[in-house]
């Protein structure tokens, strides 16, 4: 029973390429996030939202984007792939500010060459 | 912001013997501190979590205990087992860091049969 589901497993995208992470749940949550994890630096947040068409940065947005036209879908834009955008990318919604905790995505495993 | 710091980085138990894992946070203000566990290529799974008005919370073989005046808390797995195997996050949230949850680094746990 997936709730978070995220559009690709593995991609392979080229420097300087437009990438499109697509995350979408389905429990009605108001809360969606974007975290990259990487070996020895865990989970770091890129982006938030707390609603539709509304988002906040989190602590590395640099080099991202993100859009939340609805409230199911949250995405997020690499606007020029780097190298170092190489990571592990990991979605995951939470039902309200104060509610407990998060369900994440399977995560989306991005190679940038 | 919040910051929270988890010891230690990687753990090797015997199968059957105790792990310990334990995590400090900075924002006195946080009520709400969950427990992930990430198998290999496999998405983080809330296990156990524990709010700031209760001192130690069980769920059979897992623990987690909190010391709100020295901010730490800790996971206490028991009687380990192979399965237990994978990489442990603890988070924190707190009024500081607007609700969100601040992740710890993660620890390797490792149960040698």
């Known amino acids: 029973d997936v709730k978070v589901t995220q559009s690709s497993r593995y991609l392979v995208k080229r420097t300087g390429e437009k990438v499109f992470l697509e995350c979408v749940q389905d429990?009605?949550?108001?809360?969606m996030f974007w975290y990259r994890q990487d070996p020895g630096l865990g989970l770091r947040l890129i982006y938030f939202s707390y609603d539709v068409k509304m988002k906040e940065k989190g602590d590395i947005p640099e080099g991202y984007s993100v859009s939340r036209e609805k409230k199911e879908r949250f995405s997020l834009i690499l606007e020029s792939a780097s190298t170092n955008q190489t990571s592990m990318y990991l979605c995951?919604?939470?039902?309200?500010?104060?509610?407990?905790?998060?369900?994440f995505g399977s995560g989306t495993r991005l190679t940038v060459v | 912001g919040e910051n929270v710091e988890q010891h230690p980085s990687t753990l090797s138990v015997q199968e059957g013997d105790s792990a310990v894992i334990k995590c400090t946070y900075s924002?006195?203000?946080?009520?709400?501190f969950p427990w992930y566990k990430q198998e290999l290529g496999k998405r983080p799974q809330l296990i156990i979590d524990?709010?700031?008005?209760?001192g130690e919370k069980k769920d059979q073989r897992i623990a987690v205990t909190l010391n709100k005046t020295a901010k730490h808390f800790s996971l206490h797995i028991t009687e380990t087992q192979p399965e237990d195997s994978a990489v442990y996050f603890c988070a924190a949230r707190g009024l500081e860091y607007g609700n969100k949850l601040v992740f710890g680094a993660g620890t390797i746990l490792r149960v040698k049969s």
């Open positions: 524990i709010r700031s008005n209760v």
């Open positions: 924002d006195s203000a946080s009520n709400y």
């Open positions: 429990m009605d949550h108001e809360n």
């Open positions: 995951a919604s939470s039902p309200g500010l104060r509610a407990a905790g998060y369900t």
